[in-house]
C-alpha cells in the first residue's frame, strides 16, 4: 500500500487548506485511515480519523474546524481544514491500517497503522 498526500502549504491564520492523500496497492482487506501531525518538538498525534465502518472522530483541538472524508471511488483520502490556527503548524500524514470492525475511537493510535505517506507541510502564521 502506497500513500501520497498533497495540498500542504502556508496559509494566515484563519484561512482553509485542504489536504489529499492518493492510495494505490490496495488489498480487499477493510481499512482504517487516518491523519496525523507533528509539530514543532511535539510528538505525533492522531488529527482525525475514519473507520472501516465509515464514522469518524477528531481530536478535540480541530473538532467543528477539521472534517476528513474518502472518495472510495477515487482511491483519495481528504483533510479539509478551515479557520487554521498557529498551533495547527506542522508535518501532516496520512496512515492507513488494515482494522476491525470498531468505531474510530478505536484508531487513534499512530503506533497501530502500518502504511505512512511522506508527509506534507502545514505552516499557519498568526
Known amino acids: 500500500v502506497q500513500l501520497v498526500e498533497s495540498g500542504g502549504g502556508s496559509v494566515q491564520a484563519g484561512g482553509s487548506l485542504r489536504l489529499s492523500c492518493t492510495v494505490s496497492?490496495?488489498?480487499?482487506?477493510?481499512?482504517?485511515m487516518g491523519w496525523f501531525r507533528q509539530g514543532p518538538k511535539k510528538e505525533r498525534e492522531a488529527v482525525a480519523v475514519i473507520a472501516s465502518i465509515g464514522d469518524t472522530i477528531y481530536a478535540d483541538s480541530v473538532k467543528g474546524r477539521f472534517f476528513i472524508s474518502k472518495d472510495n471511488a477515487m482511491n483519495t483520502l481528504y483533510l479539509q481544514m478551515n479557520s487554521l490556527k498557529p498551533e495547527d503548524t506542522g508535518m501532516y500524514y496520512c496512515a492507513a491500517k488494515v482494522c476491525s470492525a470498531l468505531p474510530a475511537r478505536f484508531h487513534m493510535d499512530s503506533m497501530d497503522y502500518r502504511y505512512w505517506g511522506q508527509g506534507t507541510q502545514v505552516t499557519v502564521s498568526s
Open positions: 496497492g490496495y488489498t480487499s482487506s477493510p481499512y482504517c
